[in-house]
């Protein structure tokens, strides 16, 4: 929250964190990269934050109000990071640019890794 609060952008939050620790902290990481991505690459102002439980996973999607991409995205430092604690982890992580930029994080609500 406090870096969105820097950067200027409105949080908009559906859902509540998962209670273990370990999720709580990589859906954490995820916002604050997707916080700057908005800024620096869509030039947005809101993040769309939604948290759900479904099928023994906790699931995160992130989207936001910036400037579509203009291709597919490439993964730089961040989000590969990123990619490699949502595995570590047992989950799944999915990156879209059609029809809107989109990340989406599901990990086990067994042990988490992260």
């Known amino acids: 929250k406090s870096r969105a609060d820097m950067l200027g952008v409105k949080l908009v939050i559906k859902g509540e964190l998962p209670a273990k620790k370990e999720q709580r902290i990589l859906f954490s990481q995820a916002v ?10 869509a030039g947005g102002t809101e993040l769309y934050i939604a948290f759900q439980s479904e099928g023994g996973r906790q699931i995160l999607t992130i ?7 203009r291709g597919e995205i490439a ?7 990123l990619r490699r604690l949502t595995e570590k982890g047992g989950g799944s992580m999915t990156v879209r640019s059609r029809p809107e930029f ?4 599901a990990l086990p609500d067994g042990e988490c890794e992260a």
């Open 32 to 41: 604050r990269e997707c916080v700057t991505n908005c800024v620096r690459h």
């Open 63 to 69: 989207t936001n109000n910036g400037a579509l991409p």
């Open 75 to 81: 993964e730089g430092g961040g989000l590969s990071a």
């Open 102 to 105: 989109s990340l989406t994080i």
